[in-house]
């Protein structure tokens, strides 16, 4: 791009942005972007940028409070979210939003155990105290990391309503005791042939929930009987999806990117259906994940390597009901490690590479803004040919950093609208390192 064409994609991205010197207006103009749609997926460039998540919150304050919002579907697992869904809804035995983000031990801690995650959750739960019972709010994981974890809550739902079938299920899972609670080392054992695939048995044992459901689900002695057989059954799904993803974790990237962005969309519709069946009306969700997993996949680079992204999958099962906002960062600094299961610190971020958005949007604006992109504007114009794109998740590598953390995308098509970030802060962590816990990190191996 010659020089006069950058000043005209530069004028053109400043008239259209709207400045964060007034934040309310400024995602009160986000707000009426999103209008009706169903399903509002928040970004973020990093997994550790304080700013992210601030805004990310306060964006879903008001969509809970304005448009009648009742879930917030996030990039965690599904057992360690549920016990926070079970706290904002006033169902759990947390005293508190702390104890109740207790669950998320493993690498890295601070993606999810930090001071904004646990003030939105405190101010959720004190919401939701103030509505019946049926409009309260949830917060619930799409990720599927936590093999183990969600075996042994089958295992415990079972073994409430259903002694003999939880035997069954005992009988089905047998296979995954030889790995100590290694899913990693149980990937790689199936895979290389070292022992037999458990993947009947997890497939046989979801298949033998759902037999069940309608008697699962009337049981007039289990408090909240369709929603604790809705939890189990996502465990028993995630079991299946899990088993598979770590085998083919060890046959390619992409497989396994693939495999575990479809576990993420399945479960945001299979939650979406869970909802409407319980409120009686079509629910509206707001997504938190990482720009990579929302932003659309076929507006990247990605989409040549053959990989897809829950923000396309999300588009294509809703369209027109789909709102997808990125977030990006000139510079700053950041929460993050040096290597997996290394310790959070805080690193400073270099400024953008020329050439990149973020550098295009720093030029433009210096300042923190919200850009919309309407199909037929002049700053989705401005941003439609493609660019290098920042990706920070769990480790920041600046010496590597045009390899390891830029790609190509064109960003007006990625995304409905993006929230930049001039300088932005690390995240505060609750606690100062994870304690590694028997299941891999969250995202691994890719980072995001």
């Known amino acids: 791009m010659d020089r006069s064409a950058n000043s005209a994609s530069a004028d ?122 049926q409009a309260r709010a949830g917060w619930y994981g799409l990720d599927l990391y936590s093999l183990f974890g969600s075996i042994e809550a089958v295992l415990r739902y079972l073994d409430r309503v259903d002694p003999a079938g939880a035997a069954q299920a005992r009988e089905h899972y047998a296979c995954f005791d030889h790995y100590s609670a290694d899913s990693q080392a149980y990937g790689y054992a199936a895979v290389s042939g070292l022992s037999d695939s458990c993947e009947q048995g997890a497939i046989g044992q979801l298949q033998q929930l759902q037999q069940r459901a309608a ?60 909802l409407q069946a319980s409120r009686g009306a079509a629910p509206k969700i707001v997504v938190w994940a990482h720009n990579s997993h929302l932003g659309d996949a076929a507006a990247t680079q990605m989409q040549a390597l053959g990989e897809t992204n829950l923000g396309q999958l999300t588009r294509r099962a809703y369209p027109e009901q789909t709102f997808l906002l990125g977030f990006s960062t000139y510079t700053g600094s950041v ?72 790609f190509l995308a064109s960003v007006s098509s990625q995304f409905d609208g993006l929230i930049h970030i001039e300088n932005s802060t690390a995240l505060p962590a609750l606690d100062a390192q994870s304690d590694g816990g028997s299941e891999p990190p969250e995202t691994y191996p890719s980072g995001v």
Not at 21 to 39: E, K, S
Not at 232 to 258: I, S
Not at 373 to 395: K, M, N
Request: glycine share 6%; charged share 20%.
């Open 12 to 133: 053109a991205i400043a008239a259209a942005a709207v400045p964060f010197g007034d934040t309310d207006a400024a995602i009160g103009r986000v707000l009426a972007d999103i209008g009706d749609a169903r399903f509002v997926l928040l970004g973020e460039a990093s997994h550790g940028t304080r700013e992210f998540y601030a805004v990310r919150a306060q964006i879903t304050r008001r969509l809970i409070e304005e448009k009648g919002f009742c879930a917030v579907a996030a990039e965690a697992d599904w057992p360690d979210a549920w016990r926070v869904n079970c706290h904002v809804r006033g169902l759990g035995e947390d005293a508190d939003a702390g104890a109740a983000l207790a669950g998320f031990r493993r690498f890295p801690a601070w993606m999810w155990r930090n001071s904004e995650v646990r003030d939105f959750v405190t101010w959720l739960r004190a919401r939701n105290a103030q509505q019946p019972r």
């Open 215 to 274: 008697d699962y689900m009337q049981r007039s002695d289990i408090a909240g009987a369709s929603d604790a057989f809705f939890y189990a059954q996502q465990n028993a799904r995630l079991v299946k999806n899990a088993e598979q993803y770590y085998r083919t974790m060890f046959q390619g990237r992409v497989a396994a990117w693939n495999l575990r962005d479809r576990h993420m969309a399945e479960t945001l519709t299979a939650l979406a259906n869970h």
């Open 335 to 406: 929460t993050a490690a040096s290597h997996w299961d290394g310790p959070a610190q805080c690193k400073q971020v270099r400024p953008a590479l020329p050439g990149s958005v973020e550098h295009m949007l720093h030029t433009a604006l210096g300042r923190d803004a919200y850009v919309p992109f309407a199909s037929d504007s002049a700053a989705a114009q401005a941003l439609a040919e493609p660019l290098l794109e920042r990706a920070i998740g769990v480790l920041y590598l600046p010496h590597t950093e045009r390899q390891s953390h830029y």
